[in-house]
């Protein structure tokens, strides 16, 4: 590779029956990549199927970390082109040397940080500019100045964007409220594998388990399932928690421990951490719980739980009630509130939902509606329509 490109941290597929003719037109993906969960799951699946339907990803790592080492679905070749700060503008450059070299035919970034350098890429080659948004960037974390800085960054590097792909209706709405163009913008729901063989279960008696997965930070309300785990032990309901992701930072990790003693919950719960295999905690637990507090756009794991058939309760927050229906395909609580989360909860734990009839929904509905093929399938509609192909 030349001076002025950027380096590979990992080996290029291996042919394979499966492997995508020569023919199939380039995309790069350009990540933040430093942690895998709900987005960087969304790109790993679709590196896996976008081939399908006439496109090969790669995928550009600007802060490299956990993406490289635990992505599961593609092999997609990855280069890392770390940025040194948010406005680290010269590796648009570095960038646009990569996209000449490798022929990409779009630019596809996903975050504030690689918009920006998206758009510069874009710029210099006048290759197409395509940004993905996974959540409301205003209301990404409990960090206000955060929050406004990277929206600003956003607001700034999507006007050079042909098309912004929203992954619900409500983020595609708060996108309008910013100014976009209706002409500029397509909802493309996330969407995961189907799961090949869902074991038969049985309505859980005794002790219920209860699980929830994310990278554990503020706005996901871990705080908020702990408080009415407590509220639900009071009342003689036999329910653990199965706690399945890392947490962004030690502190916020001390300050969930601290509480979890203050709440006597000690011996309830099971720190999983990291887990590559999602779909084999989900048939762990009993219930799964989401919540969240405020910022998601379509929260893969309400999609995996789904596809896996553990129900779900979830709060009511962007995106989650486009997949989940109330009391049909899972049970919606209010956000930031314990005491209506441990209701809902309670409602499945005595029978007032059904547990069965919730599971055989859910299922039904992710496998119309939110898988893997189904979403690569829409973003390849916006290439075709940039590309006009």
Same mark, same amino acid.
């Given at each position: 590779?030349?001076?002025?490109?950027?380096? *590979?941290?990992?080996?290029?597929?291996?042919? *394979?029956?499966?492997?995508? /003719?020569?023919?199939?037109?380039?995309? +790069?993906?350009?990540?933040?990549?430093?942690?895998?969960?709900?987005?960087?799951?969304?790109?790993?699946?679709?590196?896996?199927?976008?081939?399908?339907?006439?496109?090969?990803?790669?995928? +550009?790592?600007?802060?490299?970390?956990?993406?490289?080492?635990?992505? *599961?679905?593609?092999?997609?070749?990855?280069?890392?082109?770390?940025?040194?700060?948010?406005?680290?503008?010269?590796?648009?450059?570095?960038?646009?040397?990569?996209?000449?070299?490798?022929?990409?035919?779009?630019?596809?970034?996903?975050?504030?940080?690689?918009?920006?350098?998206?758009?510069?890429?874009?710029?210099?080659?006048?290759? /197409?500019?395509?940004?993905?948004?996974?959540?409301?960037?205003?209301?990404?974390?409990?960090?206000?100045?955060?929050?406004?800085?990277?929206?600003?960054?956003?607001?700034?590097?999507?006007?050079?964007?042909?098309?912004?792909?929203?992954?619900?209706?409500?983020?595609?709405?708060?996108?309008?409220?910013?100014?976009?163009?209706?002409?500029?913008?397509?909802?493309?729901?996330?969407?995961?594998?189907?799961?090949?063989?869902?074991?038969?279960?049985?309505?859980?008696?005794?002790?219920?388990?209860?699980?929830?997965?994310?990278?554990?930070?503020?706005?996901?309300?871990?705080?908020?399932?702990?408080?009415?785990?407590?509220?639900?032990?009071?009342?003689?309901?036999?329910?653990?928690?199965?706690?399945?992701?890392?947490?962004?930072?030690?502190?916020?990790?001390?300050?969930?421990?601290?509480?979890?003693?203050?709440?006597?919950?000690?011996?309830?719960?099971?720190?999983?951490?990291?887990?590559?295999?999602?779909?084999?905690?989900?048939?762990?637990?009993?219930?799964?719980?989401?919540?969240?507090?405020?910022?998601?756009?379509?929260?893969?794991?309400?999609?995996?739980?789904?596809?896996?058939?553990?129900? +779900? +309760?979830?709060?009511?927050?962007?995106?989650?009630?486009?997949?989940?229906?109330?009391?049909?395909?899972?049970?919606?609580?209010?956000?930031?509130?314990?005491?209506?989360?441990?209701?809902?909860?309670?409602?499945?734990?005595?029978?007032?939902?059904?547990?069965?009839?919730?599971?055989?929904?859910?299922?039904?509905?992710?496998?119309?509606?939110?898988?893997?093929?189904?979403?690569?399938?829409?973003?390849?509609?916006?290439?075709?329509?940039?590309?006009?192909?």
């Amino acid at each position: 590779m030349s001076d002025t490109a950027v380096s *590979s941290s990992s080996q290029p597929s291996t042919a *394979s029956t499966d492997q995508a /003719p020569p023919t199939l037109a380039k995309v +790069v993906h350009v990540i933040n990549g430093e942690h895998y969960s709900g987005a960087e799951r969304v790109q790993d699946l679709l590196g896996k199927c976008l081939p399908k339907f006439g496109y090969d990803a790669s995928f +550009v790592c600007v802060k490299p970390g956990k993406f490289a080492e635990a992505r *599961s679905a593609s092999t997609s070749p990855i280069h890392d082109l770390p940025m040194k700060h948010k406005f680290d503008l010269w590796q648009a450059k570095r960038l646009a040397d990569l996209v000449k070299q490798e022929n990409f035919a779009v630019i596809h970034a996903h975050t504030p940080r690689t918009a920006l350098i998206g758009m510069g890429a874009s710029h210099l080659t006048g290759v /197409p500019f395509v940004y993905h948004v996974h959540s409301p960037t205003s209301r990404d974390s409990t960090r206000p100045w955060h929050n406004w800085m990277n929206q600003r960054i956003e607001q700034m590097s999507i006007a050079r964007a042909v098309q912004l792909v929203c992954v619900s209706n409500s983020l595609a709405g708060h996108m309008r409220t910013l100014g976009v163009k209706e002409d500029r913008i397509t909802v493309v729901h996330n969407g995961v594998p189907q799961v090949d063989h869902v074991v038969d279960r049985e309505l859980p008696s005794g002790t219920w388990t209860l699980g929830t997965v994310a990278l554990f930070r503020p706005r996901k309300g871990l705080e908020v399932l702990l408080e009415a785990m407590a509220q639900l032990r009071d009342r003689g309901h036999m329910i653990r928690l199965r706690a399945v992701g890392p947490f962004e930072t030690p502190e916020y990790e001390a300050g969930i421990h601290a509480l979890v003693e203050k709440l006597n919950l000690g011996d309830a719960i099971d720190w999983v951490g990291f887990a590559r295999d999602v779909n084999a905690q989900f048939t762990q637990m009993d219930l799964f719980v989401l919540p969240s507090l405020f910022g998601e756009g379509l929260p893969m794991v309400v999609l995996e739980s789904m596809a896996a058939g553990t129900p +779900v +309760v979830a709060t009511d927050v962007e995106g989650v009630t486009e997949a989940i229906v109330d009391g049909e395909s899972g049970i919606i609580a209010k956000p930031n509130d314990p005491e209506h989360l441990a209701q809902r909860i309670e409602a499945v734990l005595t029978g007032r939902e059904d547990w069965r009839e919730i599971r055989k929904t859910a299922l039904k509905r992710h496998a119309d509606l939110f898988s893997d093929v189904a979403m690569a399938r829409g973003v390849a509609s916006v290439y075709d329509k940039i590309l006009q192909k």
